[in-house]
């Protein structure tokens, strides 16, 4: 069983960055892929980004793409998203979720999912 944990959210203004993190327990987080959903007010749970359990595979919404960047540190059993270029419709709140083998773009293939972080971008 994994159990995930994100950190790093916040309020910033449009154009800002900011890094999220999501730490894992257990000794085989290696074993995970692992993404990022994110869910605004009023809407439904979409997906962001996800990464293997290697890293050297990544997947991206059209929405993020070239603006975030999703990576993981596996001796540290952490997973980022490096987000840039923020824009006020990326207000949501961001979940990590964990599965394997393979990563997926849909939310019902995860597993764990940790409580999530408030970002919130002003205009």
């Known amino acids: 069983q994994v159990q995930l944990g994100e950190s790093g959210g916040g309020l910033v203004h449009a154009g800002d960055s900011l890094r999220l993190s999501c730490a894992a327990s257990?000794?085989?987080?290696?074993?995970?892929?692992m993404a990022w959903f994110r869910q605004a007010p009023g809407k439904e749970r979409e997906f962001v980004a996800a990464?293997?359990?290697?890293?050297?595979?990544?997947s991206y919404a059209e929405s993020v793409q070239g603006r975030f960047s999703i990576s993981r540190d596996n001796a540290k059993n952490t997973v980022y998203l490096q987000m840039n270029s923020l824009k006020p419709e990326d207000t949501a709140v961001y979940y990590c979720?964990?599965?394997?083998?393979?990563?997926?773009?849909?939310?019902?293939?995860?597993?764990?999912w940790g409580q999530g972080t408030q970002v919130t971008v002003s205009s």
């Open positions: 990464i293997t359990w290697s890293g050297t595979g990544t």
């Open positions: 979720a964990a599965r394997r083998p393979v990563m997926s773009r849909t939310a019902e293939d995860y597993d764990y």
């Open positions: 257990g000794r085989t987080f290696s074993s995970y892929a």
